[in-house]
């Protein structure tokens, strides 16, 4: 199974609406590469800022510096945020 681990907004905490949404409800829906959970979003600890701005490197490395220094930027690693799996609850 797929396991996605941390998420960025590369429009940084301001100009994103979905991400502004994440912040407000602290949980979504993720449906992608097999994946199909309810999630909660918390803060991330920043400890693997470096892991994700090398994936990103990876898999972008074929656009133009400037749009992966946007994605590699200070404004997108300050909204790192993790979905972990909700419970179902009662």
Known sequence: MTSIRATTSIA?????PRFRGTRVRRE???RAG????????V???HSID????A?????YRRYAKSITDRI????ARSTTIEPVPRSAGP
């Open 72 to 75: 590699n930027s200070p404004g």
């Open 50 to 53: 470096n892991q994700i701005d």
């Open 55 to 59: 994936a990103y490197l990876t898999k």
């Open 34 to 41: 097999g994946v199909n959970k309810d999630v909660a979003f």
């Open 12 to 16: 940084g905490p301001h100009d994103q």
């Open 28 to 30: 979504g829906h993720i």
């Open 43 to 45: 803060d991330s600890d």
